[in-house]
């Protein structure tokens, strides 16, 4: 009950978090949590009395990251009334559904503040969901694209930009299936925006019939599913993050399109996706769960010199305008869109 | 004749404690409007009390809503919510004159008319806060028949006093205790004395219940349902005192069934204040 | 009433609701429950909504409702406080029963 013993909740952000940050960073460190960077508002609870904080969580968009409550107060209802601020502060910034990681263990607290599991790994990991019904309704939508045939195909991309590489993996997959879904990685964290990545994947695959372009959704590698998927240093990369990515492919959208394969290129340089593409061959197929397994293929990947052909390596043509180089792994849509891309983005700005 | 030991506040913008308090059975229960609702959450808290009068939980129970002070921009939204459900009693709070109780009352008799309650029906219960409430209790106690009790709240008063709560004899809130329960009684109404702030500290509550029933009190405002029975405990009468009280109210029957004027027992007179005061013990004993 | 913005009142606690009103694109109501008594409550924590709702003169929007185990009281009074929000309108208005 609130009386003027109870801790005092504030939400804090901008200014107002760098002055706390001190004090929180200590907090969280006593319950072995470290500060996120990407969390850019924090619920607060301060002791009445001394005035130390006593309880945090914090938002990264619309996922609930950095929760802890001091051992005093845990069973004080205190939990609660920090998740309501919340969900409540993220439902007022714009958001109508929110993620999180926890320990397995501790899915419960958080299954009190109304979240449910969309995927666990028992005795590891559980990635849940504030608004389930998003992901259900999601999948019917999914739904209306299914196509049957003997063999349905699957390929994931980020396409920043599209490079004949990406054109090259999904010409195979299409040979191979009776039909191909393409998911486009629907997060802006990528040097080219998400419309026109998806308009120029759109662009240089129109002339396959048997091929399927998706909009990117939360459930395939987003911030929420694979947060490190977006971290420049691939060493933080952990598997259990990548396997609740596959096992949310492999649980809810393989099946509702009745995917048997999903085609990767190999991956000789970038150590992110040489990794990620290890743990999905594992969770998409070899680990035992309770839906069917999903083979993973290998598509040796498009060379160009002695190297492969990359959208990082366009990207790193483009910041030195050498388009005679682009034009040589890249169709011809990417490249008139990248040769306005500079001016495109003043623009945007301006 | 009514109990009112324990008056037990709860947060109105709480829906957990609102829905399941009744099982307490306190005398008295307080929907708060006031300290323990934030800003931003009035109008919710004013729905969620109104809805609640509305589904008649707390039969048997005295329902009090206290309102926001006359000087903020809720206090005519909260009465009007709270008559509207059905409250029996509004709690002002901080009270410091006649005229702000003028207020309520000039606004209750509009609303009592136009939801067509009773005018008049709808009671008040001033909070005492401040130094300058103290000094004015008296003509507060007196000023309405509305006025059913005072209530002595030490919070903000001790602030006013420029001291703070001690532990022990509490000599900061003598002066405010003896005033406010005079008021109260020169009026013939009830008084409340202030609520203990810890609520994990059963001895310093029992031991604050002590000073205010030998006082004089009714009873006390309440912040959790375990102070309740707490008090209701220190409340009961003594086996004696309960037994006297059975043989007083045995002889005016007896008195009564043989027509005479004159209660007597044991071959002493009993005025009728000795009536009343046994009438009352029976009540406790039977509510404790 | 006119929904003509997000919004919400309640909490996540027990015996609480969480009501989320939001303006719909579509005519009528649209109406999300979450609730863990859903199997034995759930028609009639519809009813309560659809009947506030009908109350406070809402004929469309888009109703997320997660309920932690309420009283019809207290659903009834989380629905108005967000339609009320969400309808931009500060005042309340006080129904006696008929």
């Known amino acids: 009950m609130i009386t003027r013993g109870d801790p005092r909740i504030d939400v804090v952000d901008g200014e107002r978090l760098e002055s706390v940050r001190p004090q929180l960073e200590a907090f969280l460190s006593t319950n072995h949590l470290k500060l996120d960077s990407g969390v850019n508002t924090f619920v607060v609870a301060y002791d009445h009395g001394d005035g130390r904080i006593v309880g945090c969580a914090g938002l990264d968009r619309n996922i609930v990251k950095c929760v802890g409550v001091d051992e005093s107060f845990r069973g004080s209802g205190l939990s609660l009334k920090i998740g309501t601020e919340v969900v409540k502060f993220g439902l007022g910034d714009g958001y109508d559904d929110f993620f999180l990681y926890t320990k397995y263990e501790n899915s419960r607290l958080f299954r009190g503040w109304g979240f449910s599991p969309i995927i666990e790994i028992p005795e590891q990991v559980s990635f849940m969901e504030f608004n389930p019904a998003r992901l259900s309704s999601y999948l019917a939508k999914l739904s209306l694209e299914k196509k049957s045939g003997s063999r349905i195909g699957s390929v994931v991309m980020n396409a920043n930009p599209f490079t004949n590489g990406h054109r090259y993996l999904v010409e195979q997959a299409s040979k191979e299936c009776d039909w191909v879904h393409v998911f486009l990685v629907k997060e802006n964290a990528s040097l080219i925006p998400y419309d026109d990545r998806l308009m120029l994947v759109r662009a240089g695959i129109s002339d396959l019939p048997n091929v399927i372009v998706h909009a990117g959704s939360n459930y395939i590698i987003s911030r929420a599913t694979f947060p490190q998927y977006f971290l420049k240093n691939a060493a933080e990369i952990n598997e259990q993050a990548s396997a609740v990515d596959a096992l949310l492919f492999r649980k809810y959208i393989a099946p509702t399109l009745d995917i048997d394969v999903r085609y990767v290129g190999t991956e000789p340089i970038d150590k992110t996706t040489a990794m990620y593409n290890r743990v999905l061959m594992k969770y998409l197929y070899t680990y035992p769960y309770d839906s069917r397994p999903i083979k993973l293929k290998e598509i040796k990947r498009l060379e160009y010199g002695d190297t492969i052909v990359s959208a990082t390596a366009v990207r790193a043509l483009l910041s030195k305008r050498n388009f005679d180089e682009i034009k040589k792994i890249v169709p011809e849509t990417t490249l008139s869109f990248l040769r306005n891309f500079d001016t495109l983005r003043e623009d945007r700005a301006a | ?288 | 009433m006119k929904i003509i913005k997000k919004g919400m009142a309640g909490t996540l606690e027990s015996s609480d609701v969480l009501v989320v009103i939001s303006p719909n694109n579509d005519i009528g109501l649209k109406l999300v429950l979450q609730s863990k008594v859903e199997k034995q409550f759930g028609s009639a924590i519809r009813m309560c909504v659809k009947n506030t709702l009908a109350m406070c003169g809402v004929s469309d929007a888009v109703i997320e409702v997660r309920d932690q185990g309420a009283l019809e009281c207290v659903i009834k009074a989380r629905v108005e406080a967000a339609a009320y929000r969400a309808a931009g309108e500060t005042n309340s208005r006080f129904e006696v029963p008929s």
Not at chain 2, 155 to 171: A, K
Request: glycine letters at 6%.
């Open chain 2, 1 to 288: 004749m009514k109990l009112r030991r324990s008056m037990m506040f709860i947060p109105g913008d709480n829906a957990g404690m609102l829905s399941n308090s009744y099982i307490y059975k306190p005398d008295s229960v307080m929907f708060d409007l006031e300290d323990a609702v934030s800003l931003t959450e009035k109008d919710s808290a004013r729905l969620l009390v109104f809805n609640t009068l509305k589904a008649n939980l707390y039969t048997g129970i005295e329902t009090v809503v206290r309102i926001n002070g006359v000087e903020t921009p809720f206090w005519e939204q909260d009465l009007d919510m709270a008559v509207r459900g059905g409250v029996e009693v509004i709690r002002l709070p901080k009270t410091e004159n006649v005229s702000e109780v003028r207020e309520i009352e000039k606004k209750l008799e509009i609303i009592e008319k136009n939801c067509g309650r009773n005018v008049g029906e709808t009671k008040i219960i001033a909070a005492i806060e401040s130094a300058i409430g103290v000094v004015n209790s008296v003509a507060i106690a007196a000023c309405t028949p509305r006025m059913v009790a005072i209530a002595l709240a030490g919070f903000d008063y001790l602030v006013d006093m420029q001291t703070s709560r001690s532990s022990g004899s509490e000599p900061e809130l003598f002066y405010a205790r003896a005033a406010v329960l005079h008021a109260a009684r020169a009026a013939k109404i009830d008084a409340f004395d202030v609520a203990y702030g810890d609520v994990n500290d059963e001895e310093g509550f029992l031991r604050e219940v002590k000073i205010a029933k030998n006082l004089g009190f009714n009873g006390k405002s309440l912040i959790h349902p375990r102070q309740i029975e707490l008090l209701h405990k220190a409340y009961a009468p003594p086996k004696e005192a309960v037994d006297h009280a059975e043989k007083v109210i045995q002889a005016a029957k007896d008195a009564r069934e043989k027509g005479l004027g004159v209660v007597s027992l044991d071959g002493k007179m009993i005025d009728p204040p000795v009536i009343h005061e046994a009438e009352r013990v029976l009540l406790l004993a039977q509510n404790s």
